[in-house]
């Protein structure tokens, strides 16, 4: 075994084991920082990959604001862990099948047949000027630009939806437009009224 194949093993193993924490841990916090592992891992294997860019994406992007972004709600909201834990065994043989039928495909699709080292192989060595952020974008614009433009387009429509489901008027919601509120001036929120005094009752018209 190579010093190469040694450190692939160590990093999966560790994948592994962080991916399988994230399901079955009890408190979220500790899932979310599981994941977090599991990023920091799957970013060695990119870089042993050789593909760096990918890799501190994953460690950029994921761990430094999504994963930040998802231990801040976990720990802001108020989680009922006893009402999570709820039905826990009631759905389990239907989540153990569909687990056991996702290794067996990930098993046939995967195996040395397909992904062996017969057939992909080690990445050349590249040279010490080889950019792999070039490389990526010369990929991504031209073999597969057409499916880059339409997840784009796909990304857009979302959040036009997105939008459009939030800002859209309800009858039952209190809509104060702060612009009128802006504008408004003290004459139309204030008004005096000039009454006449009124004796205190029992003491006459001049009172004592």
Known sequence: MTYTTAIFYFFAAILVFAGLRVITARNPVHAALYLVLAFFTAAGLWMLLE?????????????????????????????????????????????????????????????????????MGAPAPHA????????????LYTEYVYAFELAAVILLVAIVAAIALTLRRRKDSKYIDPAEQVKVRRNDRLRIVKMQSTPKPGTGEGGA
């Open 51 to 119: 593909a760096e860019f990918l890799a501190i994406t994953l460690v950029l992007v994921y761990v430094g604001a999504v994963m930040v972004l998802f231990l801040f709600v976990v720990m802001m909201l108020d989680i009922n862990l006893e009402k999570l834990r709820e039905g826990f065994w009631d759905y389990l043989p239907l989540a153990g099948f569909v687990a056991v039928l996702l290794v067996i495909e990930m098993a046939l699709i995967l195996g040395s047949r397909h992904f062996g080292l017969e057939v």
């Open 128 to 139: 010490a000027d080889y950019s792999n952020t070039k490389e990526l974008g010369r990929v």
